[in-house]
């Protein structure tokens, strides 16, 4: 953004700008303006190394992001969901994609450093994306943008970007924002957004719509003149009112006294469910749990009344690191969740690894097909030592309250009983040590895969409970990736095949006198509940947003 020192003379109160509305609202605040500090034009030149010296500050740099993604993404998942945070997946891939790759060999193999090489590659794909009819496909030109500028930094030692440093709450306006900078908005000061460019197709539109930010998009240039006015930005009008006047300014406070008295209401009847056991007409209770990531959420799943945890990522132990952690990192980090749920119980899914969650160090083999490739308990079965050291971890830190233990990725029988061996080892090796552990922990599996759901009988005499995950179950059902936005209408109407995968599963692990709950995204799907509940579902685990409207729907329950 370049100021125009004529733009004095032009400004005018009651200026309003028009765009795409997207996130929720409206809100009133002084206009911040932002200016992203990574440009072409602003790379400086260092001294360049061999073609094989510039290839490998690139790769290293490109894994030092992707591990940064992961993190991001483990975040996003536990305060926003799963779709959310898919989006940092995606990023994270495109710093895989092939033609990337060969781009920068090539800009390197002409002499290019690493940084100038990622610089014209990105701009060549850039510009072949938004060359394109396809809606979608243009807006991507924004992530391969946010990805690439991440490595820029990185190459450049910088760490993070901060967007905004202020003490008051502003309307942020930008050119655009990122996607990865729109999920570390500080809420707390960030009223809501501006962007000249942008569409509702973007990652970024979605994550504020998923965090409820009032947010306008594709607004074209505003003067940064403007920058200090108050602003109003209606997010359901698509506008943004400069310097409004003394009238519209009590209109709108007006609306949102009413709007917020409204949401006051329906908030305090929500948090009458607080304590309310969530039991349905004919007397089936519901355990609700929370999905988390992090030690923090604990304490959030708590004060909105989770019954416990039912899905703890405990890959944010390893995103963190670059490298290994070790025992004694993981066992606090597990040990500080399972104090603060105070004997609520906490299930830990052993590292989910692979995939969409690639943590850099580990060193796994690119995949043509990385979704049916090496992944979850296939990593840990492959790297016992590995797998060994998180399971004295989960052990120990089940000594601080009632910690369970569950397989990911689970396709037979053979792997249960080969990660039961293996945890039978370490208590062993913790009764030697003279450490404390539950010997009676519970042992369970995510049916996740059709061959899991199908196996259902035998799985169930193996285990104490069964967690399905829903996201990846629809899509190895259906065939269809739950990351391409095109196939979404395909997974919103085929639900019927899991649902009976659902159902015969939880059959079977009853039979045995065993649990089980849900943890994918259909958990908090409205229209579902009363199904699962028919099933005789145990356990309904979502995001923390989603637990007070989640207990609510089981307690309208037939």
């Known amino acids: 953004m370049t100021e125009d020192i004529k733009e004095d003379a032009v400004l005018s109160s009651g200026a309003a700008y028009y765009g795409i509305g997207v996130g929720q609202g409206a809100v009133c605040a002084r206009l911040s303006f932002w200016e992203a500090s ?3 034009e602003k790379t400086v030149k260092r001294e360049v190394g061999t073609p094989t010296e510039e290839w490998n500050t690139l790769q290293e740099a490109m894994r030092t992001a992707i591990s940064q993604l992961g993190q991001i993404e483990a975040r996003v998942r536990a305060s926003l969901g799963e779709e959310e945070a898919s989006i940092f997946g995606i990023h994270a891939m495109l710093l895989e994609d092939e033609d990337l790759l ?3 060999q090539a800009q390197i193999a002409r002499g290019e450093d690493a940084k100038h090489a990622l610089l014209t590659a990105t701009e060549q794909m850039c510009r072949t994306l938004g060359g394109l009819e396809d809606d ?8 391969l943008r946010d990805v690439c500028g991440r490595v820029e930094r990185i190459l450049d030692g910088e760490d993070t970007q901060p967007i905004f440093s202020g003490d008051e709450r502003v309307i942020l306006v930008a050119s655009d924002l990122s996607p990865s900078q729109s999920a570390t908005l500080d809420r707390s ?3 809501g957004f501006v962007t000249f460019a942008g569409s509702p197709n973007s990652h970024t539109a979605i994550l504020a719509r998923a965090m409820g930010i009032p947010a306008l998009v594709g607004v074209g240039q505003i003067p940064t003149a403007y920058g200090g006015e108050f602003a109003i930005l209606d997010a359901r009008a698509g506008s943004l009112r400069i310097s409004p006047s003394e009238e519209e300014q009590r209109s709108f406070e007006e609306a949102q006294k009413s709007t917020l008295q409204e949401e006051r209401r329906k908030r ?3 948090k009458r469910l607080l304590s309310t056991p969530a ?4 007397g089936h209770r519901i355990l609700i749990y929370a999905n988390i990531g992090e030690a923090l959420e604990a304490e959030a799943a708590c004060s909105e009344g989770a019954d416990g945890v039912g899905l703890l990522r405990s890959e944010f132990l390893y995103l963190r690191k670059a490298d290994y952690p070790t025992e004694e990192e993981l066992f606090e980090g597990y040990a500080e969740i399972a104090r603060r749920l105070k004997g609520k119980r906490t299930v830990i899914r052993t590292l989910d690894a692979g995939a969409d969650k690639q943590i850099p160090y580990l060193g796994l083999e690119r995949e043509e097909n990385p979704a049916l490739g090496v ?3 296939r990593v840990c079965l492959a790297r016992r030592e590995l797998f060994q050291t998180q399971l004295c971890a989960i052990l120990r830190a089940s000594a601080y309250g009632q910690v369970c233990l569950m397989l990911p990725m689970v396709v037979s029988v053979d792997e249960v009983r080969q990660a039961r061996s293996l945890l039978l080892e370490c208590m062993r090796e913790l009764d030697g040590r003279g450490q404390a552990y539950d010997k009676n922990i519970e042992f369970g599996i995510m049916i996740e895969t059709p061959a899991a759901a199908i196996m259902s009988e035998e799985l169930a005499r193996e285990v104490d409970f069964f967690s399905v995950g829903t996201n990846d179950l629809l899509q190895y059902t259906l065939a269809a990736d739950r990351q391409n936005p095109t196939l979404a209408p395909l997974l919103a109407r085929n639900q019927e095949p899991i649902l009976r995968l659902i159902e015969y599963s939880a059959a079977a692990i009853h039979r045995t006198g065993g649990w089980i709950g849900i943890c994918g995204e259909l958990a908090a799907d409205p229209s579902l509940t009363q199904r699962f509940a028919d099933m005789h579902i145990d356990e309904l685990s979502v995001s923390v947003p989603q637990l007070l409207a989640v207990r609510d729907q089981v307690l309208r329950c037939k």
């Open 38 to 40: 990574t440009s072409p």
């Open 136 to 143: 979608y496909l243009r807006a991507r030109v924004a992530d």
């Open 102 to 104: 060969e781009a920068c």
């Open 279 to 282: 039991v349905t007409g004919s």
């Open 268 to 270: 305090d009847v929500m």
């Open 189 to 191: 000061r960030v009223a």
């Open 375 to 377: 992944r979850g308990i």
